[in-house]
Structures are given as C-alpha cells and as structure tokens.
C-alpha cells in the first residue's frame, strides 16, 4: 500500500491481480448484476488508488481494508437503485402450488401478521407512520426526516423507542 500510496502503478496493477477477482465476487453477491459490479469494482481501484495514502495496518490487513472499500461501495449503488432494489425479480420468484403450503404455516403467518398488526395499532400515530413508511415502504431516515421536516436524531430516536415497544408487544 505504500508503494501505491507513493504513485507506483505498477504496485496497483499488482494489488489489482491478487485481488481483482475476490473483490469482484464480493460486488456481484451483493449487486446480483455482472456489469454493474464491473463498474463498482474500477471505482473501488480508483478509490484505493487516491487513498492507499489513509490504509492503516495497525487497524487491518490489506485485504480487509479493501474488502470494505469494495462493500461499501456495492451497497452505496444497491442504495441508488432506491427501494425495489431489494426486491426479487418477478422472473426469479418461485410459484408456489397451492397444496405445498401447508394449513398450518398458512394460519401460523396469518397469525404473525395479526400480532404485528395488533402490536402497531398500540403505537401512536406518528411512530406507526414512520416506522411504516421506514420498514414497509423503504424509504431511508434521512429522507424520512426530511419528508417529516424533522431533524433525523428525532425521528431515529421515534423509530428506535417504536421498535422497542413492539418488541415488547411481539413477546408478550
């Protein structure tokens, strides 16, 4: 890292070789895209290149270090996609026959979903609000508080009790 933090391509190139491939599955298993993780994987070298400079090897060994350049750097383009990105393709969805679901994981699920609704009609409107629009329609706290017009500390602090209570509520 120092050699490539004192501008040595050829230190890069080297890093690159041993490394390209783990950091590239690292990509992929989170983007679940090959050409979008092509493209995260040639900006995290770009940001290794800028940054080899800041890499401390008495707070982790070089593969660590740009193992989580790589991840955070797939999950900062799976955040962009916005909410669907969580979401399974419709292709990839499995169909279900009607006879491999048994009656009692059928009545079990339906009850979950009647506790939880039950535990949330407990909560105040505006905890159920942003805990519902948080977990249920993805939308991030920051931007959250923002639609809200409230500082992000509030509404974490919202969410954070609101989840304690239904905590609570679900082991009762």
């Known amino acids: 890292m120092t050699r490539i933090a004192d501008g040595e391509r050829d230190a890069l190139r080297q890093l690159y070789e041993a490394t390209s491939a783990k950091l590239f599955g690292v990509c992929l298993r989170i983007l679940k895209d090959r050409e979008e993780s ?3 994987l040639q900006d995290v070298y770009v940001t ?5 400079d800041r890499f401390d090897a008495g707070r982790a060994s070089v ?5 989580t350049i790589a991840r955070n750097r797939a999950i900062d383009r799976l955040r962009a996609r ?8 419709v292709e990839d969805l499995e169909i279900e026959d009607e006879g ?13 979903r009647a506790r939880l609704a039950g535990c949330l009609a ?13 977990f249920f329609e993805g939308v991030t706290y920051d ?6 017009e409230t ?22």
């Open 63 to 67: 593969v660590t270090w740009i193992s």
């Open 143 to 148: 931007a959250l508080a923002r639609r809200m």
């Open 100 to 112: 491999q679901a048994g009656a009692e994981a059928l009545l079990s699920a339906a009850d979950d």
């Open 48 to 52: 290794i290149w800028r940054r080899a």
């Open 82 to 89: 916005g909410p669907l990105a969580y979401a399974e393709p």
């Open 151 to 172: 500082p992000l500390g509030t509404v974490k602090s919202w969410i954070r009790r609101g989840l304690a209570k239904l905590r609570g509520c679900l082991e009762r």
């Open 122 to 134: 407990e909560l105040d409107a505006r905890t159920q609000q942003v805990i519902r629009t948080a």
């Open 38 to 40: 092509e493209d995260v």
